[in-house]
Structure formats: C-alpha cells, structure tokens
C-alpha cells in the first residue's frame, strides 16, 4: 500500500521560498510507471494542479504555466522522496499542499491515487 | 485550459434517497483511438484529501460500495449514489486527466 508523508513548514512569510517534502513509502520515486505530482486547494481557487515530475529513462517535469517561474518540484531519489519549492510567496499561495500519486502505463497518465494527508501552509507576516 | 463544471454546487438528500451530480467538461475528453473517458470523481470528507471513486468515468475503484457510480462520455458525466447514507456526506470532485493541466470541478457538496 502506498503512503504519502508530507512535512514542511505551516507559516511562510511574503516573499519567502515556500518548502514542503513528501516522503513515499511503498513506491519509489524512480519507478518508470508512476509520476508525482503537487495539488493545491484553497476556498478562492479550489482545487488546482501545480506539476509533476517522472522517470522515464531520465527525470521529466511539467508545470502548470501559471507557476513555472516560481515553482521547482525535485525528485530525491536517495530518500524516496519528492519536494516543492515555490518562490517569491505571496498571500493568495496560502492553501492546502497535496502530494499525489499519477500512475502512468502505456504512456498513459491516469487518474491521482493515493494523496497525502495535506500540509496547510498559510503565507503571512 | 479544460474546464470542468459540476452542477449542482450542492445538494440535500434524505437518507435512502438518490443523489445526482452533473459534470460538464468545455471540450471532449473521450480517447477516441481506445475509446475511453479520461475523467475521475473523488470524495473529500472534512479534514481528509480526497478520494478516488471512480476513473475512466465509470469503473470503480475497489473498496467503492456499489451503491455510486458513474455515467457519461465526452463532455457530459454524472455520479450518481443510489440510496444515500450518512457517510456519504462529503465534497465529490470530477477531474479530468485527458490534458495537463489537470482540472477539476469546483465541487459539489452533499448533505442530509
């Protein structure tokens, strides 16, 4: 069974780089039929996909356009794990973080199963 | 960018009666070469991520009791719960995976 463990910091200050990590147990990172991806959730912009990163004979990354300048999702092959950096945060980045799983086969993406817990991370002074 | 519109935002079902969601996509997400919806609905719960009921806009994931399922194709989908039980109360989410960026609905709440 697949478990996603998210950890990070709960208050990022405007400006600041806003970290959170996702440890995966029961998977791997690297697997070439699996991509992971980072979700977030608000009340103003409900439900929306950031990005992922997969292996496939190399480390590939999609971004949502609206976050390509500031965000960075890197795989840590060496911890089973995968992290988001997203830079310059401003208040309307508060939101729930979700890491999630995308299986991929047949070079088919698919549906997100499972998700992490959330990390709610709000951007305040 | 696909949007995803569900309707109603919510809706009150009494315990043992129907409960029907509408999702509509701006653009076909039908895989016409395997013929296959690229479309999924959760279930989130107060405090919890969401949940993974249905992909391929009709086929349920395992541990889903069968009293939900799932209809549609292209740009019209429904999820439908039979005969509603008090721990169905929940936000349901369709999504399709048919292009990045993945999209969602805005979510449909349903209650007692």
């Known amino acids: 069974q697949v478990q996603l463990q998210q950890s990070g910091p709960e208050l990022v200050k405007p400006s600041q780089t806003l970290s959170l990590t996702c440890a995966i147990s029961?998977?791997?990172?690297?697997?070439?039929?699996?991509?992971w991806n980072w979700i977030r959730q608000s009340p103003s912009r409900g439900l929306e996909w950031l990005g992922r990163?997969?292996?496939?004979?190399?480390?590939?990354?999609d971004y949502a356009v609206s976050m390509r300048s500031r965000l960075t999702i890197t795989p840590v092959p060496s911890k089973n794990q995968v992290s988001l950096k997203l830079n310059s945060v401003i208040p309307e980045d508060t939101a729930v973080y979700f890491c999630v799983r995308e299986p991929l086969a047949d070079g088919i993406f698919k549906w997100f199963d499972p998700w992490g817990q959330g990390s709610l991370v709000t951007v305040s002074s | 960018d696909i949007v995803m519109t569900q309707s109603p935002d919510s809706l009150a079902v009494s315990l043992g009666e129907r409960a029907t969601i509408s999702c509509k996509s701006s653009?076909?997400?039908?895989?016409?070469?395997?013929?296959?919806?690229?479309l999924a609905w959760y279930q989130q719960k107060p405090g919890q991520p969401p949940k993974l009921l249905f992909y391929?806009?009709?086929t349920r994931e395992s541990g889903v009791p069968d009293r939900f399922s799932g209809s549609g194709s292209e740009t019209d989908f429904s999820l439908t719960i039979t005969s509603l039980q008090a721990e169905d109360v929940a936000i349901y989410y369709c999504q399709q995976y048919y292009r990045t960026p993945y999209t969602f609905g805005q979510g449909t709440k349903v209650e007692i």
């Open positions: 391929w806009a009709s």
């Open positions: 990163t997969y292996y496939r004979s190399k480390w590939h990354y």
């Open positions: 653009q076909s997400v039908l895989w016409r070469s395997d013929n296959k919806n690229f």
């Open positions: 029961g998977d791997s990172v690297s697997s070439d039929s699996v991509a």
